[in-house]
């Protein structure tokens, strides 16, 4: 028993302590020496969508891909093959990314002339080189008197489809950048630039804006993206795309096999919402049990007692039942924020993390979304989340992520948020709640983590509205009309990926079906299994379990964990 719990935490006994192979430390150093050349590249070539930029990083990342071909794999330690697998999917990955965007690009190149010229003055700007600026003053003249002709002539164009579209969008925007780093620097200094640029620099300012904003209003006007009512305009990405970022992601299941593990998990939360509701003596009628738990929000003013409050009792409870180290720095170093109204409008409940954000009516807030920002918020509810948003969330997650193996960069939110997720379903267990309102709490997150696999997947493979989303997750959920277009809004907005609302649920499963295959068969303890997840960093699960079970990889792996039985 002792000798496997050690095998785990050392990665399959093949590394002692203190001590690494010289093969560990060419893959530390690979991945080290990547993050940083990267992170120089993307400061040096600052110009999204330039061919030079996209040229160069197509160059870097095809280099690494050959220098991990160089690595010895067999001589690999369980971890070191998990990095070299993981990594060699990241370098393909970008490739492929890149190879989209120069296609893209081409289609959509002729709508911008005279660029080539903006990105070499740009070039020019980066190791001060005197410019010729009357030259570069008649470019700009020349360009803004071009784009104004392309901008009569884009509505009436055919064949750019929504990716051409928004590449059109980050174009313009690349572009103005790039005027913005030449003038910034050069005027006021060079007395020939400022004679002759900033004219002709404030006419092409405007009209880059302008600019990308038409690309935006023909991508939001296209069939099928269009504003259903709801004031939220996305694009579904269809079947096939979520497939390929499933297998990505190392999730081997189907879409529908997905809403299918969804709808049976809301089965679980039907059932136990009725108990709760009974016991409350609403007998079936849950929605109306909701209303009351609803109601106990605390006056303004008083949120951050309250989630101190439930704080102090979840970490108790982590001591109490030994589940999980959390070094004391961690604890002394959080703090909390008061959530902005606009961020509100994307984000109606509490964040997490070192800074606790809470969302909270504010005095310039509408009393209508006041009401429903502090129903939203009450007691049970953030009592079901405060250990998802601090300890052993990710509070912990990003404290532990900057002291073990930070040169993992492998983020996925199915660690990110299935981690955080697991908690909320291990306390569950573990009968953190004390009442029946804190049940409802508890419940209500679970069927809002079901919800968004089945509102997020049936969104993307266009058989549900943004609006028909928000009406989900009011009705079947729970939620008050505002939060949930909030959530809605963040879903489709573009700044997460478009499985990141499924990671939750799925992540949080895969962690638990880990807890089952190590805790429950006695190989480890909790807090054995728990410590060691957090010293591995952020991976996709699979990747964990192949570590903390020392399976022996191969150079191709593929995803095949059938974590959740249909």
């Not at 020939?192 to 880059?208: C, G, I, R």
């Not at 895969?510 to 068969?521: G, P, R, T, W, Y």
């Amino acid at each position: 028993m002792k000798k496997f719990i050690y095998c785990l935490l050392t990665a399959g006994c093949l590394i002692a302590a203190g001590s690494a192979t010289a093969q560990e430390k060419d893959m530390v150093t690979l991945q080290q020496h990547y993050d940083a050349d990267k992170g120089s590249l993307l400061r040096f070539y600052r110009i999204e969508n330039s061919p030079e930029r996209r040229e160069r990083l197509k160059t870097f990342h095809s280099d690494y891909l050959q220098q991990l071909g160089r690595i010895n794999f067999d001589q690999l330690a369980t971890g070191e093959r998990v990095e070299y697998v993981l990594f060699k999917m990241k370098l393909q990955e970008e490739i492929r990314q890149l190879d989209v965007e120069a296609a893209e690009y081409n289609k959509v190149a002729g709508w911008f002339p005279e660029a080539d010229k903006i990105y070499a003055a740009e070039k020019l700007r980066r190791r001060g080189v005197k410019q010729d600026a009357q030259a570069l003053a008649a470019t700009l003249r020349d360009m803004a008197a071009a784009l104004q002709e392309k901008a009569r002539q884009l509505p009436a164009a055919k064949g750019l489809d929504i990716y051409q579209l928004r590449r059109g969008v980050s174009t313009a925007r690349g572009l103005w950048t790039a005027i913005h780093s030449i003038y910034d620097f050069y005027n006021g200094y060079d007395p020939l630039f400022t004679w002759w640029v900033p004219a002709p620099y404030k006419k092409l300012d405007s009209v880059l804006k302008s600019y990308a904003v038409l690309w935006e209003q023909q991508a939001k006007a296209l069939p099928g993206v269009k504003d259903d009512g709801s004031g939220i305009v996305g694009f579904p990405i269809g079947k096939d795309e979520l497939v390929r970022q499933l297998q990505q992601e190392m999730i081997p299941y189907t879409p529908e096999e997905l809403i299918e593990i969804a709808n049976k998990e809301f089965a679980f939360c039907d059932a136990e919402m009725l108990k709760a509701s009974q016991e409350m003596g609403f007998g079936k009628d849950w929605h109306k049990a909701m209303e009351k738990v609803k109601n106990t929000y605390v006056p303004a003013g008083e949120q951050p007692d309250a989630i101190m409050k439930i704080y102090d009792e979840s970490m108790a409870f982590l001591r109490e039942k030994n589940l999980i180290t959390i070094p004391p720095l961690a604890e002394e170093t959080w703090r909390m924020i008061m959530m902005t109204p606009e961020r509100q409008l994307v984000n109606p409940f509490f964040t997490g993390g070192e800074v606790l954000s809470i969302s909270y009516p504010t005095d310039d807030m509408e009393e209508g979304d006041k009401l429903m920002s502090m129903r939203g918020n009450n007691p049970h509810f953030s009592r079901a989340t405060v250990h998802h948003e601090l300890f052993a969330g990710h509070a912990l997650e990003q404290f532990m992520n900057n002291r073990y193996k930070s040169y993992r960069n492998f983020d996925t939110p199915f660690w990110v948020e299935g981690w955080s997720l697991y908690w909320e379903m291990l306390l569950w267990d573990q009968r953190f709640p004390r009442s029946p309102e804190d049940r409802i709490g508890m419940l209500f997150w679970r069927m809002h983590r079901c919800a968004r696999i089945l509102f997020s997947l049936n969104y993307h493979l266009g058989k549900w509205t943004p609006q028909q989303c928000i009406d989900f997750l009011v009705e079947r959920v729970g939620h008050e009309r505002a939060n949930a277009a909030g959530e809605v809004r963040r879903s489709f907005k573009g700044d997460y990926s478009p499985l990141y609302q499924v990671a939750y649920m799925i992540g949080g499963l895969q962690f638990m079906a880990l807890k089952k295959e190590l805790v429950d068969s006695g190989k480890m303890t909790y807090q054995q299994y728990h410590d060691a997840v957090m010293k591995e960093n952020s991976l996709p699960v699979e990747m964990v379990r192949a570590i903390l079970t020392n399976q022996q990889l191969g150079k191709d792996f593929r995803t095949s964990w059938r974590f959740y039985k249909l």
